[in-house]
């Protein structure tokens, strides 16, 4: 191969040109569009995957908007995939535009991806160019990224870039790059002297460290030899090359054609499909583990977009996102920042202020010298939320294409910043949207996170918060072995989870996403495998988990109109094996095991509640069978404290136990002959878990736990303090504050002793008082909208209360 000529400009049909690059650098990028301009080249040769030469014309479609990437999948194992991402100031994405602008031949000359997926596999040695995902089963390879810009995939243990840059005498490779590439323009008068000096660069960086080179490297440049040679067969010498720097010397190198074969002889290889999917700026950064990273995609897209005045423009930037925090940024801010950032590049010896010098600036000018709003900056701007597109034209797997067609038939689209949606059920796009992202959470495709709504727990309200990575594309190609719509994946995938479960609360769980889902076909096979787990599963704590999963299902079904009257009847069943099975589990328990049935007493008794409201249950009344069930455990001296004292807290709640009785089995849970620790644990079960207003409301109880914990032995009290303690740091500070004061008042004693208290608390009547009650109704008048007196006379407290009901 003829190269490049070594001194003046390279003339239209001179010979081979090799124009070595930085990947993802503005600077080579610029030079590689004014080199293809200047040689005007009969055909590109490309670094990356030679399967994807069909999707270069897509690059000209006005739907396709950088960054982007190619993905390639096996099409056995979806999940073994590959990227090779491209950023609008990627050299690769510059020199595919400028091919098919000028009507020129585009082709990638790299190893083919069916040798670059086969070779990550784990019976096959790892590629020095990738790493796995997040679950070890994909491989995440690049454009090659040459060793300066990523040394982890370099063939070598130097980071070229680096070994340049203290050569130089930088200790910040970055910098380094900044200021000899990116701030100097592309040549005076002569279009390939950058490209000169790197290859020299990289001539003496590949001898110095030539010992490190793996079969991987020496495969691919083979390759590469051998496809520029094909392209000289079919085009002549007059054809550019544009790939990673550290390469140029190999593709420089005398080598035989049989040489270059052997090399490539016996490679793995596995079937694989590709095609375009969007990417990040996010993704570009090596903050993300994204080998061939830079540290600030978002400024060097800036540095590549703008033409003239890029300081000033950037700062421009960063005042604008300020101002949106409502942050109070003038123009005076940004004419200062310009100043300092011109005058620490002047002093630190640099050609233009850099990035360095411009946070510098906007730290001391904009941000009064806070790094939190500089945070803000470095996130949304020197990185950035870019998020690509690819045309509808771009191949895909049937159920890509079905995702397509639901995210636009809902409005929702994909955006790469993490954004909050709410949602409400009665609205059908609203019901649409959530379908669609519970089924995708099924399949494994989570592009959003359900999360509390504020200011409703009603079912008919959802909040999600969204986010789009380029790696669900990968998720959403494995998903496709399950069904070609999302509808019909996610129904093969829960029956096969369902299959698959081997635990009760698996199965309930996956139940109650398949009704979040709305998944009719799904469901019967759930139900059916729920049946059998329960029907084998006699821990009671385990059913007593399941329980409360199964009764939100019913709620679920009830708003989304689905129906469940089977997993009601399930759900009945269940309860009624927990109503047996729940006195003898709670005998000679320790405290953490006590502690752990309590939590699930509280789960059932509110699942029972729920279920005995839900007509499709349809076994009589379960309610009144609990109740027997917490009498049962309150009056059981061998059940734990913690257990008999929630016990009869749930029947006081449910109005099951009067006061006067509450008080009477408190007494007895308090008396001198129960042991400390024990009538500390009644205490903590019968008002821990928002129990503080009924001690603050009911003088006879406070007292009780008054004189009980005032008589506990000295040797006694340090050990249930720490349990007491702990049950009142979880009251609010106005719970525990009204109860100091009361406790510091001193509750009032009658004859009758702690347990028949008649004096009552001070700041407390025996009833209520109607005067100061009816003082409160004129603005709860004005608050309910309520004015003028109530029709026929009627006073305004029954008005009041008819509204109220």
């Known amino acids: 191969m003829r190269g490049v000529e070594e001194a003046g400009g390279r003339p239209h049909g001179a010979g081979t040109l090799l124009l070595g690059v930085r990947h993802h650098g503005p600077g080579s990028a610029r030079a590689v569009r004014a080199a293809l301009e200047a040689a005007r080249p009969r055909v590109v040769l490309i670094e990356g995957p030679p399967e994807a030469d069909a999707l270069i014309p897509l690059a000209a479609d006005h739907d396709m908007r950088p960054p982007v990437a190619l993905l390639a999948h096996a099409v056995d194992e979806p999940g073994r995939s590959a990227f090779w991402p491209l950023a609008g100031f990627s050299p690769e994405w510059v020199a595919i535009r400028w091919a098919l602008e000028h009507d020129v031949p585009a082709r990638f000359i790299d190893l083919p991806a069916t040798h670059t997926l086969a070779w990550g596999r784990d019976d096959v040695a790892p590629p020095a160019d990738g790493g796995a995902d997040a679950e070890g089963s994909a491989v995440e390879g690049t454009a090659e990224p040459p060793a300066e810009a990523c040394p982890a995939e370099a063939p070598v243990r130097v980071d070229p870039l680096a070994a340049l840059a203290e050569a130089a005498g930088y200790d910040d490779p970055e910098r380094w790059w900044e200021d000899v590439v990116e701030h100097r323009g592309t040549g005076e008068g002569d279009a390939f002297a950058p490209f000169l000096v790197l290859e020299e660069a990289m001539d003496a960086l590949r001898e110095a460290y030539a010992s490190g080179e ?12 051998l496809q520029v040679r094909a392209a000289q067969r079919e085009f002549g010498d007059d054809l550019a090359v544009v790939c990673g720097a550290w390469h140029l010397p190999a593709l420089r190198r005398k080598a035989t054609v049989a040489a270059d074969r052997a090399l490539l002889k016996g490679l793995p290889k596995v079937k694989a499909d590709m095609t375009w999917v969007p990417w990040t700026h996010r993704r570009l950064s090596r903050a993300s583990g994204y080998g061939a990273g830079i540290d600030s995609p978002g400024w060097y897209a800036h540095l590549f977009d703008v033409p003239d005045r890029p300081v000033e423009r950037w700062l421009t930037k960063v005042a604008g996102l300020l101002r949106e925090e409502d942050r109070i940024v003038s123009s005076a801010h940004v004419i200062e920042a310009v100043r300092l950032a011109g005058t620490l590049a002047a002093m630190r010896g640099r050609p233009l202020p850099g990035l360095g010098e411009t946070t510098d600036a906007v730290r001391a000018v904009m941000c009064d010298g806070s790094d939190v709003p500089l945070a803000l900056v470095h996130d949304r701007l020197v990185v950035g939320d870019v998020l690509g597109a690819v045309p509808e034209a771009a191949p895909a797997v049937p159920l890509q294409r079905d995702l397509a067609r639901l995210q636009r038939r809902l409005r929702l689209k994909p955006e790469a910043q993490e954004r909050e949606l709410e949602l409400d ?10 379908r669609l992202l519970h089924r995708l959470r099924l399949l494994g495709v989570g592009w959003g996170e359900p999360t509390a709504s504020r200011g409703s727990t009603g079912t008919f309200r959802e909040t999600w918060w969204l986010r789009w990575e380029p790696e669900l594309s990968v998720r959403v190609a494995e998903a496709g072995v399950w069904g070609t719509t999302v509808l019909a ?6 029956e096969a989870d369902a299959a698959a479960a081997q635990a009760l609360a698996e199965v309930t769980a996956l139940a109650e996403r398949c009704l979040l889902a709305e ?4 469901l019967p096979v759930v139900v059916r495998a729920l049946a059998d787990r329960a029907a084998l599963d006699a821990d009671v704590g385990h059913l007593a988990q399941a329980l409360p999963a199964l009764v939100r299902s019913l709620r679920y079904g009830d708003v989304r109109g689905t129906d469940t009257e089977a997993l009601a009847g399930v759900a009945a069943g269940l309860a009624e094996r927990i109503f047996v099975g729940l006195p003898p589990a709670c005998v000679a328990l320790d405290a953490d095991a006590a502690e752990e049935i309590r939590r699930h007493v509280d789960a059932v008794h509110g699942a029972v509640a729920l279920l005995d409201d839900t007509p499709k249950a349809g076994h009589g009344d379960l309610r009144a069978r609990w109740h027997t069930v917490l009498r049962t455990l309150s009056g059981r001296d061998t059940v734990a404290g913690v257990l008999r004292g929630r016990a009869v807290r749930l029947l006081l709640d449910d109005g099951e136990v009067e006061q006067d009785q509450a008080a009477r089995l408190m007494g007895l849970a308090l008396s001198p002959g129960t042991p400390p620790a024990d009538a500390a644990a009644w205490i903590e079960g019968f008002v ?13 109880l406070l007292g009780l736990v008054d004189d009980w914990l005032t008589g506990v032995p000295a040797q006694a009290f340090t050990d249930v303090l720490p349990l007491l303690r702990r049950t009142f740091s979880a009251y609010e500070p106005g719970v525990r504050r009204t109860l100091g004061e009361l406790v510091r008042r001193g509750p009032g004693r009658g004859s009758g002793g702690a347990g028949g208290l008649t004096g009552g608390v001070p700041g407390f009547g025996e009833e209520p008082d109607q005067e100061r009650a009816d003082a409160v109704l004129p603005v709860l008048r004005l608050l309910l909208g309520l004015d003028g007196p109530g029709p026929g006379g009627e006073k305004p407290g029954n008005e009041l209360a008819e509204v109220a009901g």
């Not at 059920?425 to 959530?434: N, Y």
């Not at 994946?489 to 829960?494: F, G, L």
């Not at 821990?688 to 006879?700: A, F, N, P, Y």
């Open 214 to 225: 793996d079969h991987r490297d020496l495969a691919r440049e083979a390759y590469m030899r």
């Open 519 to 522: 998944l009719p076909d799904a």
């Open 425 to 434: 059920l009665r609205k059908e796009t609203d019901a649409g949207r959530s």
């Open 688 to 700: 821990g878990g928002g129990g503080g207003m009924l001690l603050v409301h009911d003088e006879r």
């Open 489 to 494: 994946a996610a129904t093969a995938r829960a």
